[in-house]
């Protein structure tokens, strides 16, 4: 079977009458999605039927722009394959100084059993001392430039260092207490199809987190919270560099960059929630928090991710919670949930410009 390209609107790069080979549509699929002149007619000569093309070849066309779309986006991938057996990533951490829980964060990934081809450390301390700590862990060390810093741009220099397929962006506060993480968590994204998995600690509302199930999270269960987690995401290194993470977005970079994800590729990823995934900040966590955290994630995630979250609504509703805490005698929530309520509510006026810091 042939597909021949009738169409008398020849030029230098079509011929006017252009037969398809090998015989599938591809081709002609490919002609159509390059625009090669006015809308050809195509016949199957085996049949002698005759079709316009657009209507003819419409599936095709959608099915190559589709691959089309795809492989300009992953270039990186396409030079580095990446057997679907196991990952080849590298850890990136973002860190300015070099604690003993640092060294057990990167004991913990080496004892996975698919453990990093690499561990980078974006340093962001401009100390030297601190430089020679990280290359005793034996870490890649890419230091952060002299200008302020930025959870963003430390991401992106990392990645831009990373020459493996597959980039596990992880936190210098968790700690893998499960060797199969990664790779359990692999094998699932690949069953399901998927490309991103990430991990977060299990809710303290669950009973059980032993019989917790991983949850693909889809652009209709995404809430702007529920999105991967820079704590612990492993994700293609080529997508990341198509599309960085936003330096202006200064907190909840990542709610951003899965909102960018879900609306550009319509897919998926994968939530993991575990008892055995510990994160143990000591500043921000289940026993203590940080008021000046939450309100900057509050906040960029309502200007960045979510508008539904600055909607009057929305700030009536935090503000109740606020006079809730009053009246149960908690003034640490109720100052928090009242800075919130009025800092989303300027959000409807002026852009919030905040800067990245660490908690």
């Known amino acids: 079977m042939q597909f021949i390209w009738a169409d008398a609107g020849a030029t230098d790069k079509k011929p006017a009458h252009l037969i398809c080979e090998p015989a599938t549509e591809s081709s002609c699929a490919r002609a159509v999605l390059l625009g090669w002149g006015s809308p050809p007619t195509v016949f199957r000569s085996d049949t002698q039927e005759r079709?316009?093309?657009?209507?003819?070849?419409?599936?095709?066309?959608?099915?190559?722009?589709?691959?089309?779309?795809?492989?300009?986006s992953r270039p990186l991938a396409e030079q580095l394959p990446c057997d679907d057996a196991s990952p080849r990533y590298a850890a990136l951490i973002r860190a300015y100084e070099c604690p003993p829980l640092l060294a057990e964060v990167i004991a913990k990934l080496r004892e996975q059993s698919f453990p990093p081809e690499d561990i980078i450390i974006v340093d962001s301390s401009h100390d030297a001392a601190v430089r020679d700590q990280f290359a005793t862990l034996g870490a890649t060390v890419v230091p952060y430039d002299d200008t302020e810093f930025n959870y963003s741009k430390a991401i992106n220099i990392g990645v831009e260092a990373n020459t493996l397929p597959y980039t596990l962006i992880f936190s210098s506060h968790v700690v893998f207490d499960d060797p199969k993480f990664v790779e359990n968590g692999w094998r699932e994204m690949k069953a399901r199809d998927l490309e991103i998995v990430y991990w977060a600690p299990a809710h303290s509302e669950c009973p059980d987190p032993s019989k917790l199930e991983p949850v693909s999270i889809t652009p209709r269960l995404f809430n702007g919270r529920n999105g991967i987690s820079n704590s612990a995401a492993l994700a293609p290194t080529a997508l990341m560099r198509e599309r960085p993470f936003r330096e202006e977005v200064f907190s909840a970079e990542d709610q951003e960059w899965t909102r960018y994800y879900l609306k550009r590729f319509k897919r998926p990823v994968l939530r993991i929630e575990s008892e055995k995934f510990r994160y143990l900040n000591p500043n921000h966590g289940e026993t203590v928090w940080s008021q000046a955290k939450l309100l900057n994630e509050e906040l960029a995630i309502g200007h960045f991710v979510n508008r539904r979250l600055v909607m009057p609504d929305r700030i009536a509703a935090r503000f109740l919670r606020g006079v809730l805490a009053t009246i149960r005698r908690r003034p640490d929530r109720a100052r928090m949930h009242f800075a919130i309520a009025k800092a989303l509510l300027a959000a409807n006026f002026k852009p919030p410009k905040r800067q990245s810091r660490y908690f």
């Open 51 to 72: 079709k316009p093309a657009r209507a003819y070849l419409q599936e095709s066309v959608f099915r190559l722009r589709q691959e089309t779309m795809a492989s300009q």
